[in-house]
């Protein structure tokens, strides 16, 4: 129903900045959410933030915020994560998702994509 695309994973220093943007395709009238989540090796994935086409700021997990800014467009069904001040720790598998806002602080997601990889060199 709805395809993700992710892009801008590869290889950075430690203390230095990555882009990654996400492009939904398909059914994209059926989705007003869009957001970030991350596997690192050995671990569970987790949140890194999301937001909702019709209300409020973009989330984050506590963990990140300050380094890490979510920015959407809404018309052009995508989202974009911009990491700052990179550590060795960030290393992971970074998963797009996509799916329903369903309270302004609520998020369903339906949709995920294959995941980008970014690994940060100490």
């Known amino acids: 129903q709805v395809q993700l695309v992710e892009s801008g994973g590869g290889l950075v220093q430690a203390g230095g900045s990555l882009r990654l943007s996400c492009a939904a395709s398909?059914?994209?009238?059926?989705?007003?959410?869009m957001g970030w989540f991350r596997q690192a090796p050995g671990k569970g994935r987790e949140l890194v933030g999301g937001?909702?086409?019709?209300?409020?700021?973009?989330y984050y997990a506590d963990s990140l915020k300050g380094r890490f800014t979510i920015s959407g467009d809404n018309a052009k069904n995508t989202v974009q994560l911009q990491m700052n001040s990179l550590k060795p720790e960030d290393t992971a598998v970074y998963y797009c998702?996509?799916?329903?806002?369903?309270?302004?602080?609520?998020?369903?997601?339906?949709?995920w994509g294959q995941g980008t990889r970014v690994t940060v060199s100490s």
């Open positions: 998702a996509a799916g329903r806002q369903t309270s302004p602080n609520t998020y369903e997601y339906s949709y």
């Open positions: 398909g059914r994209t009238p059926s989705i007003d959410a």
């Open positions: 937001s909702g086409w019709s209300s409020g700021s973009p």
